[in-house]
């Protein structure tokens, strides 16, 4: 398969620069598989894992927490506001994060309480959905 | 004797002086290396997101953000981006100089300007010296985070959504090595089409594609160009930062290189007046004797 250029950083670093045979990520408008020569596009990210797939099969996850995903026909770039690699994730904590949220919005103090509560849910899913994708990609081998 | 003890006690306290400046010279020397590893380590993402955002500038957008739309020019405003401590050489004085040089121009063009002053060196300046501050920030300490910026670079977003700013510049010292810092100038707003001669992927033919934008390019661009000015300011202080660890290091060496010279100096002062008072001391005993 034709291969791109693909970079992901976030503000404070660099994540993965090399070439890549397709991307999958989490648009807002719903999930993106980018193959070379794909038109030029512009979307913003949603919490959520980033895959990597590597010329020779490997694939490599990572987590984002927003930002941007660039599209040109033979360069895509990430600009993340907060990358991980996925590998880095603790279930556990995130786990606790999403309870921790839950049981804020169980107590609506105020709006803003409220908001950022529903931001850190949508998070800690996110979280999660990438530790699971990257636990049934460890069964399937 | 008096004379000499004197001197004694001044080598004595240069010497004291000299110590806290090597001491200073070694740990900017340290920081400077952590400091130019932040610079490195974010501009990945500044350098991406201006690729982006010149893609924008050269794309045939359906939507024009004001961000990308020249206005005629009636107030500025400009980030200043100071340290929070002195001892740093020339390094804040050249940006208020490269400031002052700015507002005069705008002054003589009948154009006001607002500032934003980021570093406390940058509020104490234009506290003393007037100009109208619209926001400041300080105490961002030495690993600075976007956080803390967010609220200064917004106040003055703001005004340039609201039609009260039609420009808007940054300033700070540019890492140019680690004996050179010059303070630059550059426009953030609105958006420059900017000429980079180094990418061959820019020949491709401009003002004939658009992107699809998700949602749409109105809430898109809005979040991107937000976040672009951000990442620029950020940048914009990173560099800085490493620049303050450079620029005083390099001065706490001269101190330190000019207190051995004073010590020098005066350590031969002392040394004669020593020598003056022992022969005199000598001369008065001779002279004694021969009285006797």
């Keep these: 398969m034709a291969s791109f250029q693909c970079d992901i950083v976030s503000a404070e670093k660099a994540i993965f620069s090399g070439s890549a045979e397709q991307l999958i990520a989490a648009g807002v408008s719903g999930d993106l598989g980018i193959l070379r020569g794909h038109a030029p596009l512009l979307t913003e990210l949603k919490p959520g894992p980033v895959r990597v797939m590597r010329e020779g099969g490997e694939e490599e996850v990572y987590y984002v927490t927003g930002g941007f995903l660039e599209v040109q026909p033979d360069v895509v770039s990430v600009l993340a506001d907060t990358a991980t690699r996925a590998h880095d994730l603790d279930e556990a904590a995130a786990e606790e994060a999403r309870q921790e949220a839950l049981k804020a919005m169980g107590d609506k103090q105020s709006d803003l309480d409220y908001t950022r509560a529903a931001a850190e849910l949508a998070e800690a899913v996110a979280q999660l959905r990438t530790i699971q994708q990257l636990r049934e990609k460890g069964s399937r081998r | ?292």
């Excluded at chain 2, 000015?229 to 330190?256: F, L, P």
């Design chain 2, 1 to 292: 004797m008096a004379a000499a003890k004197e001197i004694r006690t001044q080598i004595g306290s240069i010497k004291n002086t000299q110590k806290i400046t090597s001491a200073m010279e070694m740990v900017a020397a340290s920081k400077m290396r952590k400091a130019q590893e932040r610079m490195t380590a974010s501009q990945p993402y500044a350098r991406l997101i201006r690729r982006v955002v010149s893609h924008i500038a050269k794309a045939n957008p359906e939507y024009r953000h004001e961000y990308m739309i020249e206005r005629e020019v009636k107030r500025v405003g400009y980030i200043v981006v100071s340290s929070d401590r002195g001892l740093a050489g020339g390094l804040n004085i050249n940006v208020f100089k490269a400031v002052t040089r700015e507002a005069k121009y705008w002054h003589e063009q009948g154009v006001e300007v607002d500032y934003a002053a980021i570093g406390s060196k940058a509020n104490v300046f234009f506290r003393n010296h007037g100009g109208n501050l619209v926001a400041g920030k300080s105490g961002l300490g030495e690993a600075p985070a976007v956080d803390d910026l967010i609220g200064s670079v917004s106040v003055m977003l703001k005004a340039f959504d609201e039609g009260q700013l039609d420009r808007l510049y940054v300033v700070h010292n540019e890492f140019v090595n680690t004996m050179t810092q010059k303070p630059i100038v550059r426009q953030l707003l609105p958006l420059e089409a900017e000429a980079e001669a180094d990418d061959e992927e820019e020949t491709r033919a401009s003002g004939s594609w658009d992107y699809l934008y998700e949602p749409d390019a109105k809430t898109l661009l809005d979040h991107l160009l937000v976040r672009y000015v951000e990442s620029q300011v950020y940048q914009a202080v990173v560099e800085n930062a490493a620049c303050e660890q450079a620029a005083r290091m390099i001065a706490m060496k001269n101190a330190t290189d000019n207190a051995g010279n004073l010590i020098d100096d005066l350590e031969l002062v002392y040394n004669k007046a020593r020598q003056a008072a022992i022969t005199q001391e000598i001369s008065e005993i001779v002279g004694g004797a021969a009285a006797v």
